[in-house]
């Protein structure tokens, strides 16, 4: 007999993993103030790129002699631009421990057809930082999205190397304090943790980065849409706001809206604290079971934002189908919205953690779990 339904509700069930819950205090009224109709080059369009980019400067703490620029293509997009402009210079290192990192290997390997050094782990799981050669150009994730696992706390990466890393952080930013005088490009999309809208990724390069682009001329054709010089020379008007193509008005004044809720709950830190509540919620609740466990088996890799779970009761035979009827089951409830795995990884549920969501929406969440499983393991005693 399946269990009675749990009393209270999540007041917003969304926790998809991206396009992620927008701010709490979110409405459309807030973006009255977007030019629509107007060019992104006019004095109003410039103003509010410029003020993105400034604003994301101070919520963030990105040293003044780092370049932010808005980009196309989300995280995609910078993540490729800052491949195709800057690896080939000297050997590289790919790191992948989740789906997407494991897409920038096949770019690097077999688009730009680079000799690296690749080191992969399981979903879960981490690669041996302390092996990895920092002189070398590395590329990596912060957090892995579809895996759950981040970048532990306790590790340095040295500030003397003489490589380029290149972080992917679209899961991190805003949410994870990033060591700046570590990273010599940072990428993230708008969608992930200030739930703004998708289709603009953000890129931040250190001197070390500005340097090598203007030193370096990558033996490989660039397309416009990925060109950062020009003549030799960083084109700088890209991180004064003048977009390389059209930016949707009304998405960066959405962005400006969530920037401007991250200040109001205590910009980086309040973000921060945030999160680890959300996390923190979910991981109490599963190391209370022993039907249920997060993919990060290690306290000091798990994620604050993308929480991914495994079921682990030896009665599941069929790990995707119940996985995908348990996160059906909550959806047709209105509980919980997207909450499937990502669908390289491995069968489960992932639940975003990030800013945006309410920590009382959380805790209201997690009886449902309890709920879903007992029902659906009651549907496979019935069924046998």
């Not at 679209?170 to 990033?178: C, E, Y």
């Amino acid at each position: 007999m399946a269990m009675t339904t749990p009393a209270s509700r999540p007041t917003n069930p969304r926790f998809s993993s991206g396009p992620c819950a927008k701010p709490p205090t979110f409405a459309l009224e807030a973006l009255a103030d977007a030019p629509l109709g107007r060019s992104h080059r006019a004095a109003v369009g410039k103003a509010k790129l410029q003020a993105a980019i400034d604003k994301t400067r101070a919520i963030l703490g990105v040293p003044d002699d780092y370049r932010i620029g808005i980009v196309p293509a989300s995280d995609t997009g910078a993540v490729e631009m800052a491949m195709w402009n800057l690896l080939g210079e000297r050997p590289v290192e790919m790191l992948a421990w989740e789906s997407f990192g494991a897409g920038w290997v096949t770019d690097a390997v077999k688009q730009l057809k680079l000799d690296a050094v690749v080191r992969t782990a399981d979903y879960g799981e981490i690669v041996d930082l302390g092996a990895v050669d920092w002189n070398r150009d590395v590329v990596f994730t912060w957090n892995g999205t579809t895996s759950g696992v981040r970048m532990p706390r306790d590790f340095d990466i040295p500030v003397d190397r003489s490589g380029l890393t290149i972080c992917d952080a679209t899961s991190a930013a805003f949410a994870q304090d990033l060591p700046w005088d570590r990273l010599d490009v940072v990428t993230y999309s708008w969608q992930k943790v200030l739930g703004g809208e998708a289709a603009h990724g953000m890129i931040i390069l250190s001197p070390r980065a500005v340097e090598r682009l203007e030193n370096y001329t990558p033996s490989w054709p660039l397309p416009k849409i990925f060109r950062l010089t020009k003549s030799g020379k960083l084109i700088d008007g890209i991180f004064r706001g003048e977009t390389i193509n059209t930016p949707s008005m009304l998405c960066v004044e959405d962005y400006l809206n969530a920037l401007n809720w991250a200040e109001s709950v205590g910009g980086l830190k309040g973000l921060i604290t945030r999160a680890d509540a959300n996390a923190a919620a979910v991981h109490a609740f599963c190391d209370s079971r022993d039907w249920i466990a997060t993919l990060a088996e290690d306290p000091a890799l798990r994620s604050n934002t993308s929480v991914c779970l495994k079921f682990t009761d030896a009665r599941i035979t069929d790990g995707a189908g119940f996985a995908k009827a348990v996160a059906k089951r909550l959806e047709a409830e209105g509980v919980a919205l997207d909450i499937g795995a990502y669908r390289d990884a491995p069968a489960g549920l992932r639940i975003w953690c990030g800013a945006t969501v309410e920590t009382s929406d959380i805790e209201a969440l997690m009886p449902w779990l309890d709920w879903a499983f007992e029902t659906e393991i009651a549907a496979l005693s019935q069924a046998a």
